[in-house]
């Protein structure tokens, strides 16, 4: 007679995976433990602090592009209670910004924050080509003596000096910015620790020190700079001035935020993906017009984000599983963007295949700065094999221990 799984037998299977997600061999290898998950519970299983875990790429793709289902916003957290991960003072924060809004108000913040439209990015396409090629040069100077941190030297600081050169942040503060936001992020994560938390909620606090003190200058000294326009947009919107001001520096905080941590992630995820393999640098110089589905396939392959939550508006079937209103789902994306029914070999990294992946969200919660990001990585990919000589990996890179929000700690490289 075969065995019967019960339910805190596959809760103690669930917590063991999870475990093993934030060691250095789960950080370097996550999707053979997606694939276990996958197998145990099918498109979507309990998870075992509650809410539910969604593999299915069809799923994740239908609950993100569904109004039935909602961000985890500033009064869903409250309804969490005080003595939960969502009381801390920086996940009430994070839950103000843009992302964390649903409408109404995530539209009225949404249409006043604009767009990185066409001419707002060929606008800033020849300050990132100046940059990127900077920075490739300070690589040379390295490989020149031996090796090269990839990851230090670009990955890093390309998302900076982009975003901070258009919000007009003076680039003294770049490095201070940088490191609280790798720092905040743990708010954000699966499951942060206690100490995680501490962490996030000091440098959440430093943060909005930091930009309110910035939205009171250019408001007595207004440039051409988009938080300058931002005051006058909510200006015109917001009769109570400290509304208004409040609102731009939670508009800031969401770009900076956005645009540093997970592009980052991306550019050094894409220079790993290039330089392990020299059969892939070699392909790319001969076939410079396939670095956009390079950039494309790098997302689905291992994008920078491989958890999005979201919560049940109201009671509901999910693929045949009931799901209670204000109950949590985990869109485990890392996990769908290998899941067989929707792509052939998706182990297998082949930018030739057509893209498709949620690596940007989807549905109204589309990542604003998504243009951007593709601007960074494609013009740092096309710069690559044209500046350098190929590359190789030195060593494999460590990670930081992290489940929702994937970080290479360091990408050292040399010369061929």
Not at 22 to 42: M, N, S, V
Not at 183 to 189: A, L, P
């Amino acid at each position: 007679m075969g065995s019967v799984t019960t339910p805190s037998a596959a809760r103690r299977a669930t917590v063991s995976l999870f475990s093993r997600l934030k060691t250095a061999e789960g950080q370097a290898d996550p999707f053979t433990i997606y694939a276990e998950l996958r197998a145990q519970g099918g498109g979507i299983s309990p998870a075992p602090w509650g809410g539910f875990l969604v593999t299915s790429f069809r799923t994740c793709d239908q609950v993100l592009r569904s109004s039935a289902w909602l961000e985890p916003d500033t009064r869903w957290r409250e309804r969490q209670g005080e003595r939960t991960r969502w009381s801390a003072s920086s996940a009430r924060e994070i839950s103000r910004t843009m992302p964390a809004l649903n409408p109404p108000e995530h539209t009225r913040v949404r249409r006043a924050a604009g767009n990185f439209d066409r001419t707002t990015i060929d606008r800033m396409a020849p300050r990132v080509d100046r940059v990127v090629e900077r920075l490739l040069d300070t690589v040379m100077e390295h490989l020149h003596t031996g090796e090269a941190d990839f990851a230090a030297l670009v990955s890093e600081e390309l998302p900076v000096a982009t975003v901070g050169d258009w919000l007009a942040l003076p680039s003294a503060d770049w490095p201070r910015l940088r490191e609280l936001t790798h720092e905040q992020v743990f708010t954000q994560e699966l499951l942060p620790s206690a100490s995680q938390l501490a962490r996030s909620d000091a440098a959440m606090s430093e943060l909005r020190a930091y930009f309110l003190d910035l939205v009171r200058e250019r408001r007595a000294r207004p440039g051409e700079d988009p938080v300058s326009k931002w005051i006058s947009t909510w200006d015109a919107m917001e009769p109570d001035r400290d509304k208004a001001d409040e609102a731009v520096y939670f508009l800031a905080l969401f770009v900076l935020l956005a645009a540093l941590e997970t592009t980052s992630t991306l550019l050094s995820t894409m220079a790993l993906l290039l330089v392990e393999h020299p059969d892939r640098w070699h392909m790319l110089a001969a076939r410079p017009d396939l670095v956009p589905a390079f950039v494309e396939e790098t997302l689905r392959y291992d994008p920078p984000t491989h958890v999005i939550s979201r919560v049940a508006a109201q009671d509901c079937l999910l693929d045949g599983v009931e799901v209670r209103a204000d109950e949590m789902l985990h869109l485990m994306v890392g996990a769908a963007h290998r899941d067989p029914a929707q792509h052939s070999r998706p182990d297998v990294f082949d930018p030739h295949r057509k893209p498709a992946h949620l690596a940007f969200s989807g549905g109204i919660h589309y990542c604003l700065g998504a243009p951007l990001a593709r601007l960074e990585a494609q013009t740092l990919l096309r710069r690559m094999i044209t500046l350098l000589p190929p590359l190789t990996l030195v060593r494999t890179p460590s990670r930081a221990p992290r489940v929702a929000f994937r970080r290479l700690l360091n990408l050292d490289v040399a010369l061929a």
